[in-house]
């Protein structure tokens, strides 16, 4: 179960990218919170923050489609997944 901090810090993370990008249907922010659960919870900002950059660059050359958000998320996933396993084994984590 998660602490009270980490219950705040999650909802924080998800008001942020709401209001950062503003282009995120639920069913986009859906995806994005539960491919960012089981990032880190110290990097999951720069997760989402790459995440809503990429699909944004993705959008004004007109390649976002069906499955589109799920994909990227899930290609960045990974990196970010390694960084965690870094931190967690006492690694310095380096910067994606």
């Known amino acids: ?8 810090t999650w909802a924080k993370q998800r008001a942020l990218i709401c209001v950062d990008t503003g282009r995120f249907n639920d069913e986009e922010m ?10 880190d919870h110290q990097l999951r900002p720069q997760f989402l923050q790459e995440v809503a950059a990429e699909l944004e660059v ?5 390649e ?8 990227l998320a899930r290609s960045i996933q990974r990196k970010y997944f ?3 396993r870094r931190s967690s084994e006492g690694q310095p984590a380096r910067r994606a």
Request: glycine share 12%; proline share 3%; hydrophobic share 35%.
């Open 1 to 8: 179960m998660k602490s009270r901090e980490e219950q705040l």
């Open 30 to 39: 859906t995806v994005l919170l539960t491919l960012a659960g089981p990032i």
């Open 64 to 71: 976002i489609g069906e499955g589109s958000v799920h994909r």
């Open 58 to 62: 993705k959008r004004q050359a007109g």
């Open 82 to 84: 390694t960084l965690s």
